[in-house]
């Protein structure tokens, strides 16, 4: 498809949401891609709530050196429910024209591209979204930014409970972030041998777990690691270790809440290399002349998702996946 090439002048980047390990990779990439066809590059510090203060600075080559390798975003991020309202949406505009932003960059989640579709609906700026979030939950693209560090920080935690709950015969009960998808907990699940684990995505038989349980017991395990995703519909951790202790009160068993651990850490390579070609193909996108679209990664390439495609058709669990795990765990 030939497309109209534009020529932006000054383009704003900015992480809404959950932080991720990567965003910064991806700002680094946006600020340099941007220099290099003639742009200047500004950052909107805490997503849209600086653009509505008007917290916006120029950003330099210099500016983003040494940060590949750095968790969080340089840029913070915040909510901003001033930005839900027409009155705010004006303000952050009013401020984009005073410092003569005239395209934007969005890194973030669901949350972050539904507030962009409404800023280009209302003024038309054009915006390419770019996928930060842990739980890659984004239609678009295999992977999003953080989810691979997450994985291996949840391993590595879930890991270490291992060694502890094998040393005193108990059962753990580790609740990972998911609230609305289960990719964090489904993939750390089959990669630490977890007996069970629940997600959002399917629904939980509490009798059916008890089931699964007694027969690890039957067969010798003296203990067990069952990964429950935030959003199962049980509950969380606590209450699903309630529930299990209720109905059989033989197990010794310990709760682990690992929360926002998950979202910190030095980015692994995959999601530092991830963040520099999605960073660094926003900005191509632009001056190709793509709007309202995120860049994803599927199968190695490339793709450009509509904005409101990308929010609201999530990924697909891979339930061949959790039939699998249900096999290899007993």
Do not use: W
Request: glycine share 12%.
């Amino acid at each position: 498809m030939n497309r109209q090439v534009k020529n932006f002048k000054r383009i704003g980047v900015f992480t809404s949401g959950g932080d991720a390990p990567g965003m910064n990779a991806a700002i680094r990439a946006v600020v340099r891609t941007a220099i290099h066809y003639g742009a200047e590059a500004y950052g909107i510090m805490r997503g849209y709530d600086g653009m509505i203060k008007g917290d916006i600075i120029q950003l330099t080559s210099k500016d983003v050196s040494g940060i590949i390798q750095r968790g969080g975003t340089i840029l913070q991020s915040a909510r901003s429910e001033e930005f839900k309202t027409i009155e705010g949406r004006q303000k952050a505009y009013q401020n984009l024209q005073k410092f003569q932003i005239d395209s934007l960059i969005a890194i973030g989640g669901d949350g972050t591209f539904t507030g962009a579709t409404f800023l280009n609906k209302e003024y038309g700026i054009p915006i390419i979204g770019v996928p930060g979030t842990i739980d890659n939950d984004l239609f678009g693209s295999d992977t999003t930014i953080g989810y691979d560090t997450c994985m291996n920080t949840v391993v590595e935690a879930v890991d270490k409970i291992r060694d502890t709950a094998g040393s005193h015969n108990r059962m753990f009960f580790i609740e990972v972030m998911g609230r609305d998808a289960g990719f964090i907990a489904l993939n750390t699940g089959i990669a630490t041998g977890a007996e069970n684990i629940l997600i959002p995505e399917t629904i939980t038989d509490i009798d059916d777990l008890i089931i699964s349980l007694k027969e690890s017991k039957r067969i010798g395990k003296s203990s067990a690691i069952i990964i429950v995703a935030e959003g199962d519909d049980l509950g969380g951790a606590y209450e699903v270790a309630a529930k299990v202790k209720e109905l059989d009160s033989s197990y010794s068993t310990r709760v682990s809440v690992l929360g926002h651990i998950q979202r910190g850490g030095s980015p692994s390579v995959a999601d530092r290399v991830l963040a520099s070609r999605l960073g660094f193909e926003a900005v191509e996108a632009l001056y190709l002349g793509y709007d309202k679209v995120m860049t994803g990664m599927i199968n190695g390439r490339i793709t450009y998702t509509p904005l409101e495609k990308a929010i609201k058709h999530n990924n697909d669990i891979d339930k061949e996946l959790l039939r699998m795990s249900r096999i290899l765990s007993t």
